[in-house]
C-alpha cells in the first residue's frame, strides 16, 4: 500500500486513474485547482477513509509527504491550454519543477503526463519515441507543445542532477466518460454534436489522421509504466487510425440522428497525423490496448446520452 | 535617456552591451549571479553615476523599475549549462517568466537572448527562422535548447496574453574579448591551447561546421533588434562558415607554436552544421556583420594573450 499523489486528479484521465488506484487499496491524494477538473468526477471518493482532495495549484509549492507522484495537472484540449497560454507555460514548467522538488524532497518516484504533442507534426509514421519531433516554438500551440518538451527535459535534469526516478508517458489522444463537455477536442465534439442533431464540424478537410485509445487503456498503461524499471519516454496509445472524415461518419453512424457533416477552417499548424508506434510499450510493459476503438466510442455515446439527459 | 537593465550583464556578451549603452549616455542596471560573469567584465563602470550592478539570481522575483530589458542571463557554454541541468532550465524558464513579470508590471520591452541551438542539429541549411529545427528533447544539451525553445515561447505567450513588448534575438556563435577563459567553447579553447602549446583538441573529425560572429557586431545587432518594430525571432550571426577543422588551422596559423592538433570524441547530439540566414536583420534592422572573422579572431588572440600574461 502506497501513498500515491495524482496531480490533476479532478480531471478526465486522473479521475479514472483514481478509481483505479483506490481499488488497489492504496492511499491516494488528488490536486487540482479546478481548471478544467471537476469535483463530481471524484465525489464517489469524498469521504472514504483512503482518499483526500486538496483544493491547489500545482505552480504553487506544496509539501506532502507520499510515495509516488503521477504528474497530470495541465490543460489538455487545445481550446483549454490556448484559453491563457502563459498560465499552460507556468504549470507546464514551474508546475513541474514544484512536483520534481517534492518528488526530491520525499525520495517519491515520479511519472510524468506527457503527450504526442512533443512530435508536433510528424514527418516519421508512425512516431517511435526515438524521434526528435517537429515543432514550431512560437506558433498558437507551442505554449503546450513547449511546455511539454521542457517538462520532458526537466524530468531527465532531475534524474541526472538528482538522482530522481522518474517515468515519462507520452499518452496519444484518449477518450472516454468523464471528457469535459466543452472540452472541444474532437470525440466530445463529435458525439455531442451528433447527439444533439447539430453539425458536426471538421476542422479543414478531414484528411487528417488521429489514432484514439480509450480511456481504461491509457489507465492500465501509466500504471504499468509507473511500476516497471523503464524509465526512458514511452508511447501510450491505440495505432488504431483514422482519418477525422471517417471518424466523423462512424460517430454518426453509432448516434443516428439528422446531422450533417460540415467544414470549418482548418486550425493553425493542426498536425496531419499521429499514430504510436508502441513497441517500447508492449516490451517493457507488457502493455497494449485491449479496448477496440468503436466499443470504446459506444460506451462513451452512452455517457454523453446521460450528460446530455441530466443537464436538461 | 532610458532606464535599461541588463540581466547577465557581468557575462562576456552583456559587458559589451553594458558598455555600448553605457556610452550612449542611458541609466544601465545589471543583474547577475556571477555564475559564469565577473565583476571585473564591469569594473570600469562601478562608481558611475548611470550605472548600478545588482547581485541577484533570476530565479528569484526582481522589482525595480525599468524601461527596456536585455534578458541574457543564462548559462551559454555546453559545460556550463551541462554542469548543472537543473539549474539551467530554472534559469530560462522561472527566470525568464520573472523578466516576463517585471516587463509586464513596468510596460517596458523586453528582448531576449535566444540562440540558434534552438534549431537543433538542422535538416536545412542556412536556418531561416521560420525553421521549427530539430531537438532532442531529453538529451544532455536538451537544458539548454529546451530552456531557450520555451523561454521564445513564454514571449509570445506574454505578448498575446499582456501585451508585452518583446524582442527574439536567434544567437549563433559569438566570440571575442572577455570570453571566460574556461568557458569550454571553441574559440577561447583553440586560441588558449595554441597559445600555451597545447594540443589543440577537435572534438570528433572536425567537419561539423560554425559560423562565428564577433561580439561588436553582436551587440550593434542586439541594439537595433531591440530599437526596430519587429517583434518576431531574428536570426544575429555571421554567415561565413567554417569547419571546425579549417577553423583549428587557421587560428594555429595565426598564434604560431607548436600545438598539434588531435581528435577527441565526438560530442552527443552536437550539430553538424550551422549557419544563419540573415535576410531577416538585413531587411528590418538594416544590419549585417561588418567585422570580419578573421580580424576578430585576431583581436581575440591579443585579448588572451594579455590574460595569460596577467594570470602568470
Ligand atoms: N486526454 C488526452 O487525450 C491526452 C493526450 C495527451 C496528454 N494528456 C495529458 O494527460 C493529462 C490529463 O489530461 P486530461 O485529458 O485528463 O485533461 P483534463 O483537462 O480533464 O485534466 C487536467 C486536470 O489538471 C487540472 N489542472 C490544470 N492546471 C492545474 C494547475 N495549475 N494546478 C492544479 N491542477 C491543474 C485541471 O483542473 C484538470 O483536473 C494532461 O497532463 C494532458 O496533457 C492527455
Ligand atoms: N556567446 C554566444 O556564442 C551565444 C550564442 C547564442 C546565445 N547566447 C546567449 O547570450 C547570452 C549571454 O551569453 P554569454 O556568451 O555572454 O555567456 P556568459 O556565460 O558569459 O554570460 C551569461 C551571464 O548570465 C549570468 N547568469 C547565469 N545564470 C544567471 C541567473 N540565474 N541569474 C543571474 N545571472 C545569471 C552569468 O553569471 C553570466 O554573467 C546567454 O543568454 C546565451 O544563451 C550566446
Ligand atoms: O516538498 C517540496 C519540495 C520542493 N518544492 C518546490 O519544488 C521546487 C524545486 O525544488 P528544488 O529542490 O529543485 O529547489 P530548491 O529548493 O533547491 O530551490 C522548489 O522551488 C519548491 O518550491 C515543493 O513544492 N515541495
Ligand atoms: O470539432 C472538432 C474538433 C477537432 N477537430 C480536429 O480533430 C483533430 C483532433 O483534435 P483534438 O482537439 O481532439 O486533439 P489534438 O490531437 O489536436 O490535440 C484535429 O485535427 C482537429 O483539428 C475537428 O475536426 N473538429
Ligand atoms: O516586477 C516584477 C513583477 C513580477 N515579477 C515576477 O514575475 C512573475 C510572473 O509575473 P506575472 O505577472 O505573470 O505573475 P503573477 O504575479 O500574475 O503570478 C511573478 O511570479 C513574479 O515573481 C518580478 O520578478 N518582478
Ligand atoms: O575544444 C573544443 C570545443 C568545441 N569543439 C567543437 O566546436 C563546435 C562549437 O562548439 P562550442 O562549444 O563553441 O559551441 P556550440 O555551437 O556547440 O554551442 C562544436 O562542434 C564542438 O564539438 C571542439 O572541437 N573542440
Known amino acids: 500500500r502506497k501513498r500515491i499523489l495524482i496531480t490533476g486528479g479532478a480531471g478526465f484521465v ?7 488506484l483506490m481499488k488497489q487499496g492504496h492511499e491516494v491524494t488528488v490536486v487540482d485547482n479546478f481548471f478544467t477538473g471537476r469535483k463530481k468526477n471524484v465525489e464517489h471518493w469524498i469521504g472514504h477513509e483512503n482518499f483526500e482532495l486538496i483544493h491547489a495549484d500545482i505552480v504553487n509549492p506544496l509539501f ?3 510515495d509516488q507522484i503521477y504528474h497530470l495537472a ?3 484540449s487545445p481550446p483549454n491550454y490556448m484559453y491563457n497560454p502563459v498560465k499552460t507555460l507556468k504549470t507546464n514548467t514551474i508546475g513541474t ?3 520534481l522538488g517534492l518528488a526530491k524532497r520525499c525520495r517519491a518516484r515520479i511519472l510524468l503526463a506527457s503527450t504526442s504533442e512533443v512530435y508536433g507534426d510528424p514527418e516519421v509514421h508512425p512516431q517511435k519515441e526515438s524521434y526528435w519531433g517537429h515543432v514550431n516554438p512560437i506558433g498558437p500551440r507551442s505554449c503546450y507543445d513547449e511546455g511539454k518538451r521542457a517538462a520532458e527535459s526537466l524530468c531527465y535534469a532531475y534524474k541526472k542532477q538528482e538522482n530522481i526516478e522518474i517515468r515519462v508517458a507520452r499518452i496519444f489522444n484518449t477518450f472516454g466518460p468523464r471528457m469535459h463537455m466543452n472540452d472541444g477536442r474532437v470525440v466530445s465534439n463529435f458525439i455531442l454534436q451528433a447527439l444533439q442533431d447539430s453539425p458536426i464540424t471538421i476542422y479543414g478537410k478531414g484528411d487528417q489522421t488521429r489514432s484514439f485509445q480509450y480511456v481504461s487503456d491509457l489507465v492500465d498503461g501509466l500504471v504499468a509504466l509507473m511500476n516497471s524499471d523503464y524509465d526512458l519516454p514511452v508511447n501510450i496509445g491505440n495505432p488504431d487510425e483514422y482519418t477525422i472524415k471517417e471518424f466523423a461518419s ?3 453512424k453509432r448516434v443516428g440522428g ?3 457533416i460540415i467544414n470549418k477552417e482548418a486550425v493553425t499548424d493542426d498536425p496531419s497525423r499521429r499514430k504510436p508506434d508502441i ?3 508492449k516490451l517493457h510493459l507488457h502493455w497494449q490496448p485491449r479496448v477496440k476503438v468503436m466499443d470504446g466510442v459506444n460506451k462513451t455515446i452512452e455517457y454523453f446520452r446521460e450528460e446530455l439527459r441530466h443537464s436538461n
Not at 14 to 20: A, F, N
Open 97 to 99: 519543477i514544484n512536483m
Open 279 to 281: 513497441s517500447l510499450a
Open 258 to 260: 439528422k446531422s450533417e
Open 64 to 66: 506532502i509527504e507520499v
Open 250 to 252: 462512424e460517430i454518426l
Open 14 to 20: 486522473g479521475s479514472h486513474l483514481v478509481d483505479k
Open 74 to 76: 495541465s490543460p489538455a
